[in-house]
């Protein structure tokens, strides 16, 4: 299947395995867990896709027009390129639920970030579960010229040491075709395996490509090495929907609460107002009021019990 071990890290590494749309999760995490990225093939309808772009269509030229006014510096840019547009996506389109939740990647994320936490109170012994919860949602547009991405690992912010577990899944959507030619995903397999102190860019030899058609999705592990690639085309614009993940007890890097108005997450079902963060990463990390904080988005008044 194309996945390597600890001893192969000095190897030529392979290219990134593709998998089907019915791949059973167990697959796909022992891939994950190995290489640290997985392409699962036409995961989703790709008029899905297009609807999103239209839903996203206006904030993209809002976005353009709020850039041409700001001044160096201005807004924290992630390390993307200077060609490189990008917008939040939750609370802006509806149809992009369909991939927050789409239930292969949240079956992939309980398996590889939800975490059991035996523990006392009193006399009685409870076993309760953090669930996974979104980081941050973006939707990126690679325009012709731009140029690659630096080498990084996307659980930065968490302040995760590697080599050591996972906090963190990152799911890439091609909203486009995704070809190297336009920018397609680099990433070093294996790289999450490597210490904090390796370099990856003394190891730039050793970058595959990850090619996507519409539909398709990458999903890599936090501490892998990875960057959006160069686009060297002079008329393709590569679209991508990018969701970040991560456990739920670390905090998110984008701030959903503040994000999203209220109005809006109340209309989404408690699936999704949960994976964006209004729940209890149990034994009680968020609580509101001593309750669920999906309390305060039917009455501030209210609280529910929330232990265990």
């Not at 590697?162 to 070809?179: D, L």
């Not at 397609?184 to 210490?195: F, M, V």
């Not at 809006?264 to 509101?288: C, H, N």
Request: aromatic share 8%; net charge negative.
């Amino acid at each position: 299947m194309g996945s390597i071990q600890q001893s192969d890290i000095d190897s030529p590494l392979p290219q990134i395995v593709r998998v089907g749309n019915t791949a059973s999760t167990e697959e796909i995490i022992k891939i994950l867990s190995a290489d640290g990225a997985v392409i699962i093939e036409d995961l989703v309808d790709p008029e899905i896709l297009r609807q999103i772009e239209s839903e996203l269509k206006a904030d993209f030229e809002a976005a353009e027009v709020e850039k041409a006014t700001q001044k160096e510096g201005g807004g924290f840019q992630l390390g993307f390129p200077k060609l490189t547009e990008r917008i939040e996506i939750m609370g802006r389109s509806e149809t992009s639920d369909k991939l927050l939740m789409h239930p292969t990647v949240v079956s992939v994320l309980d398996g590889m970030l939800a975490e059991k936490f035996p523990v006392y109170f009193g006399k009685q012994l409870y076993h309760p579960v953090s669930k996974p919860q979104l980081a941050a949602a973006l939707a990126i547009r690679c325009k012709p010229g731009n140029p690659a991405q630096g080498l990084h690992r996307d659980d930065t912010f968490n302040h995760t040491i590697h080599p050591g577990p996972e906090s963190q899944v990152t799911a890439i959507w091609a909203g486009s075709k995704s070809t190297i030619e336009n920018g397609a995903t680099e990433a070093i397999p294996g790289s999450h395996l490597w210490g904090i102190n390796k370099d990856p860019n003394e190891h730039r030899d050793r970058i595959v490509y990850a090619p996507l058609n519409v539909g398709s999705v990458l999903l890599v592990v936090g501490g892998l090495y990875h960057a959006g690639g160069a686009n060297n085309t002079t008329d393709e614009t590569r679209t991508i929907y990018t969701f970040f993940y991560n456990k739920g007890y670390l905090r998110q890097e984008e701030n959903q609460y503040l994000n999203i108005p209220r109005e809006v997450m109340r209309s989404k079902s408690v699936e999704i107002q949960e994976m964006l963060g209004y729940t209890v990463s149990k034994p009680g990390a968020g609580y509101y009021k001593g309750g669920d904080p999906k309390a305060w988005l039917r009455n501030p008044d209210l609280a529910t019990q929330f232990m265990y």
